[in-house]
């Protein structure tokens, strides 16, 4: 086999002050490398080819040095995805396995060892995406943050923002299997169907909806799951009940002005509520087992929905990051870079 | 015996906006009133004279119509406080026994019940004073939450705000009975001095040294233990280790311009940090029986300190209102009120 060209997406610059990426600036697209799959030293290690990406909002917190693991400037973005092993030296991995892992924004990488992947067991045979999403470190995200946070208990009332994407779609359906009522916001009209067809008992579309209205009639809320932070966050606090639990996922919306203040956390005091932040990689690994026993299967039986939104080509990869950024996805935003 | 004063401090105004109470507006101290304590009409209730009252910012709080048991506009304030019974038609209190509990700032009440009082039995001794600070609600607040939210763990660092105040001290002492390293800041090179005496490792002014390069030198922090919220609670957020426990236990820098906003939540989710707001009264219940049974012994024994700012005559609360609020205050204040 010939050379053949390994496009990358290599991180330029930083995001300017604390803004979105700049497409083109921020990072940049190159295909002038090429690659010999069969020639190519493997150094004992193997060759995965890239199948698919996640993008979603932590690729942003990457591009920030301050930030937990910046991305290296000249070097590829990485994110989780899915690759397929096409050459192999060590007999730790098979060709044709598929891993799952941090994967570089690359047609092909050479991996010096499974440091940071997994072997992947698709016995439902489900699409790979899905591993990236509803079964990957999405869904991860909401099954642990939930089973170890949320302490549901009867008649309880929850809002879960982000609602339309893998981790709060995964919620909501988490949440209804306990029996509780469901409040949910999104930014479409679209996200929101999805949200009604996934069991939400109110789904919302807070550009066009009042929220502290939508809380007054339909609260007072027990668990908030937040991604969101400043103003919705304060609205949540506003209409919690005594007791509530607040799973502090992510703030996307103080991503782009240093932060979004929050000014009402005196609610926290006089409402007794209890305020969880979490990673997933240290939330998750006590509930691995059972996640992957039981997830995959419900995702193939369809009793657990997923809702996709895939673009070809490592070449959109900028675009996709902003439209995720600013709500513009429909689902979980996956970048597929190459069939098997 | 003749008509005596019963002089009252009444609940006059609002606070303008979010300010400061203003003396002689916010409340009114009115001297015109009598009472006869021996004929007086009880209908089966009976007379208590007040000795003791305790200033704290939550009087504030409750000047506010937005708050909890906010005051009645022309009825005494009132707070916590000791008196004593002069008369009774009822066989629930004798004559002579003293009682804790909400009270009116009058020198005399007639209580139709014990309801909201209990009867103190003061075996060791201690000034009266003492049952409304450090063996008070101040003192339950600060062993009810230590106790439920701490969590402390060999070699965990703690961070207390308000050191020298009635709370913060019982704290203070609660982690170093614990062993903890102990970290904590006041107002006043005073309030540095108490903390100093009662084993905090690192004490500080907040107001002539800054607070960050403390934590930068001192922290991590493991538990926080907030009064103040707003910058503070910026400053612990950015000097927390992972895990922390944030005991959120009042916000006192949010009280006069309508919250004091917070900008950095976002380090609750990168720092897998709790953070968890409490009311004293929902969480001692479960912890008074082995309150009263410690704490008043070891105050009297001198195991733990205690730090007093006492005022004689109910016409000076405004002003020693306004002094907490500002930090003034050398120790718990203390309004005298009469002497048994």
Same mark, same amino acid.
């Given at each position: ?82 690759? &397929? ?5 060590? +007999? =730790? @991995? ?7 892992? $941090?994967? #570089? *924004? ?76 469901? &409040? ?5 009209? +679209? =996200? @929101? ?7 939400? $008992?109110? #789904? *919302? ?136």
């Amino acid at each position: 086999m010939a050379p053949v060209r390994n496009a990358r997406v290599l991180f330029k610059d930083h995001p300017q002050d604390i803004g979105y990426p700049e497409p083109g600036q921020t990072t940049v697209y190159d295909d002038t490398q090429t690659i010999d799959p069969d020639n190519v030293q493997l150094h004992g290690g193997f060759l995965i080819k890239t199948l698919v990406l996640s993008i979603e909002p932590y690729v942003l917190s990457r591009m920030r040095p301050s930030f937990p693991l910046p991305y290296t400037i000249g070097a590829p973005i990485t994110s989780f995805g899915v690759c &397929i092993v096409v050459r192999t030296e060590t +007999d =730790k @991995v098979k060709v044709g396995d598929h891993l799952y892992g $941090d994967l #570089a *924004f690359e047609e092909y990488t050479i991996r010096p060892s499974l440091d940071g992947l997994v072997v992947l067991d698709n016995k439902h045979n489900l699409p790979w995406s899905v591993f990236i999403g509803t079964a990957g470190m999405p869904g991860q995200t909401a099954y642990s943050g939930w089973k170890e946070f949320a302490h549901p208990k009867k008649d309880d009332i929850a809002f879960v923002t982000t609602g339309g994407g893998p981790v709060g779609s995964l919620v909501i359906q988490l949440a209804k299997a306990e029996g509780l009522k469901v &409040i949910s916001s999104a930014g479409s009209d +679209d =996200k @929101v169907a999805f949200m009604k067809e996934i069991g939400a $008992d109110v #789904a *919302f579309n807070y550009k066009t909806t009042n929220m502290r209205e939508v809380l007054a009639k339909e609260g007072p809320i027990d668990i908030f799951w937040d991604l969101v932070g400043g103003e919705t966050l304060e609205a949540a606090l506003d209409h919690a009940n005594v007791g509530a639990r607040f799973i502090e996922c992510g703030m996307i919306s103080g991503y782009f002005n240093g932060g979004a203040p929050v000014k009402n956390l005196w609610q926290l005091v006089v409402r007794d509520i209890t305020m969880r932040g979490f990673v997933v990689t240290r939330t998750f690994p006590k509930y691995s087992e059972e996640f992957y026993a039981t997830i995959p299967e419900k995702i193939a039986k369809g009793e657990i929905k997923c809702n996709e939104d895939v673009t070809n080509g490592l070449d959109k990869t900028d675009e996709v990051l902003l439209g995720v950024l600013k709500g513009k996805n429909k689902g979980k935003a996956v970048i597929r870079v190459a069939d098997e």
